[in-house]
Antibody, heavy 115, light 110 residues
């Protein structure tokens, strides 16, 4: 069974940095489109970033501040977040994309940016 | 990368049908057949209902159906059930490996 487990969320001050991790089982991150999608409190879903076959893609709202990467040996995906702002406060989901749809999602990890 | 537009709310009685619209532009919904729909129950992760405009993943009831016309996609829930009360989101490919989600619709079963 495919499973995605996110960790690394927490409370961070504005301007700070945080790294989120997504451990995948039942799916090989190297050969799949792996993405981060976030959801602010009481808000809708927002695509953040995708990694596939060495290529990385970002939403305009995080470009230059967030970096997505993967560790093939550990079958994990990461999201390094820097210069964090209050508006980055959200639950961050790791998701696998297949045929244009996100078919597997993790349980999410909460990031709170506040002083 | 603007969010796709969905009505904030929709409702119907048990057994009725409800249709949710998702309006984008000629650069996303209108350009690609990569529209997907998600159901999110309170406190839960989203669940894929529809991909590639009309396709249902295994296990999703055929009460859920998708369509598209021009820059607008739609999700129809037929035979509405109490368990269908949830938030629904659309998503579309927007080119260059960029995806955009809709603003979300809260469905109430009366």
């Amino acid at each position: 069974e495919l499973q995605l487990v996110e960790t690394g969320g927490g409370l961070i001050q504005p301007g700070g940095s945080l790294r989120l991790s997504c451990e995948a089982s039942g799916v090989t991150v190297r050969t799949n489109y792996m993405s981060w999608v976030r959801q602010g409190p009481g808000q809708g879903l927002e695509w953040v970033s995708t990694i596939y076959n060495g290529g990385t893609y970002y939403a305009d709202s995080v470009k230059g501040r967030f970096t997505i990467s993967s560790d093939i040996s550990k079958n994990m995906v990461f999201l390094q977040m820097s210069s964090l702002r209050a508006e980055d406060t959200a639950v961050y989901y790791c998701a696998r994309r297949l045929y244009g749809g996100y078919d597997y999602w993790g349980q999410g990890t909460l990031v709170t940016v506040s002083s | 990368q603007s969010a796709l537009t969905q009505p904030p709310s929709a409702s119907g009685s048990p057994g009725q049908s409800v249709t949710i619209s998702c309006t984008g532009t000629s650069s996303d919904v209108g350009a690609y057949n990569y529209v997907s729909w998600y159901q999110q129950l309170p406190g839960k992760s989203p669940k894929l209902l529809i991909f590639e405009v009309t396709q249902r993943p295994s296990g999703v009831p055929d009460r859920f159906s998708g369509s598209k016309s021009g820059n607008t996609a739609s999700l129809t829930v037929s035979g509405l059930q109490a368990e269908d009360a949830a938030d629904y989101y659309c998503s579309s490919y927007a080119g260059s490996n960029i995806y955009v989600f809709g603003t979300g619709t809260k469905v109430t079963v009366l």
